[in-house]
Nanobody, 116 residues
Framework: QVQLVESGGGLVQPGGSLRLSCAAS????????MSWYRQAPGKERELVAW????????NYADSAKGRFTISRDNAKNTVYLQMNSLKSEDTAMYYC?????????WGQGTQVTVSS
């Protein structure tokens, strides 16, 4: 079955960096676009970044542009989110996701907390 397992979250000071990873299995990863979403307490889940199947195309939320970079390694079935210049408002649970045959699949999430 489809599995998405995120890792790399944690507590970081403002201005710091984190690299999130999402290991995928159970589907054809190399032919699936991948996304990172986040959800802060009391807020709706929002799209952070998207990457095409081969990584040649990316798209970012305005809040992530210039600070976050999404990438993928199809040989390792893994998608990454490099987050730099982190701000307190980036604090959220971050989820890896893919859309397969009109069904959206989610990982369990990894918590990112930006605080001094």
């Amino acid at each position: 079955q489809v599995q998405l397992v995120e890792s790399g979250g944690g507590l970081v000071q403002p201005g710091g960096s984190l690299r999130l990873s999402c290991a995928a299995s159970g589907f054809a990863f190399s032919t699936s676009a991948m996304s990172w979403y986040r959800q802060a307490p009391g807020k709706e889940r929002e799209l952070v970044a998207w990457i095409s199947t081969r990584g040649s195309g990316t798209n970012y939320a305005d809040s992530a542009k210039g600070r976050f970079t999404i990438s993928r390694d199809n040989a390792k079935n893994t998608v990454y989110l490099q987050m730099n210049s982190l701000k307190s408002e980036d604090t959220a649970m971050y989820y890896c996701s893919t859309l397969l045959y009109s069904l959206r699949y989610w990982g369990q999430g990894t918590q990112v907390t930006v605080s001094s």
